[in-house]
């Protein structure tokens, strides 16, 4: 069964720091996807990035990065030099591409991120 | 973007009388999803459905019903609304190459 967990429920940092959200996943297939989504106060789901099971190269977008190893079954995501804007509830994701699996995409419970300036 | 919405933003209800929550996306995708996100809990799968007519459950289906007779509709149904089912409630649909859309989400309160 397909899972995964967010082992921090809260972190809270002061502006300028950098900050790594930690998502540790489960599955039984050998192609998916994972995502992460930021969800800011006002409530909506904000796409963050997309990965493949086959593209474990790391990817940086501006303050962002993501480092994704499957040999831990992890894909953490960093803020480097935080904001008070980062101030949100960050939700890492898991779909399964195998037939049948209907491509239900399965969410970690969220860490919630607090950036006092 | 794919134009997804959802209605009503905010509903608030009695215990036991029915509710429906509209999905609408513009785009004609196959995939669509209804999750509830609820505090400690992130965001739970109640129903999917993969064409029309064509549903399943999810993770939290219970006093869940939903339907899907076009395309573009999805919808949610408690058949006799409870108060552990206020909760903001999010419609999701898939496009191709794994990318998901989720709509602005409807809070729902059972009093």
């Known amino acids: 069964a397909q899972k995964v967990t967010q082992a921090q429920t809260e972190i809270s940092v002061v502006e300028k720091e950098d900050v790594t959200l930690d998502c540790v996943y489960e599955?039984?297939?050998?192609?998916?996807?994972l995502f992460w989504y930021k969800q800011p106060p006002s409530g909506e789901l904000v796409f963050l990035i997309r990965?493949?099971?086959?593209?474990?190269q790391n990817e940086i977008s501006g303050r962002y990065s993501w480092n994704f190893q499957k040999s831990t079954s992890s894909f953490n995501f960093t803020i480097t030099a935080s904001q008070v804007v980062d101030s949100a509830v960050y939700f890492c994701?898991?779909?399964?591409?195998?037939?049948?699996?209907?491509?239900?995409?399965?969410f970690g419970k969220g860490t919630k991120l607090s950036v006092k300036p | 973007d794919a134009g997804i919405t959802q209605s009503p933003r905010h509903k608030v209800t009695e215990t036991g009388t029915p509710v429906t929550l509209r999905c609408h996306q513009t785009?004609?995708?196959?995939?669509m999803y209804w999750y509830r996100q609820d505090p400690g809990h992130g965001l739970r799968l109640i129903h999917y459905?993969?064409?029309?007519?064509?549903?399943d459950k999810g993770e939290v289906s219970d006093g869940y019903s939903v339907s899907r007779s076009k395309t573009e509709d999805f919808l949610l149904t408690l058949e006799s609304a409870t108060s552990s089912q206020t909760s903001v409630y999010f419609c999701?649909?898939?496009?191709?190459?794994?990318?998901?859309?989720f709509g602005s989400g409807t809070r729902l309160t059972v009093v």
């Open positions: 599955t039984r297939d050998t192609t998916y996807y």
């Open positions: 990965r493949n099971s086959f593209d474990e």
């Open positions: 994701a898991l779909s399964e591409a195998r037939g049948g699996s209907q491509g239900n995409l399965i």
């Open positions: 785009e004609n995708h196959r995939y």
């Open positions: 459905s993969y064409g029309v007519k064509d549903t």
């Open positions: 999701a649909i898939r496009a191709g190459g794994y990318g998901y859309t």
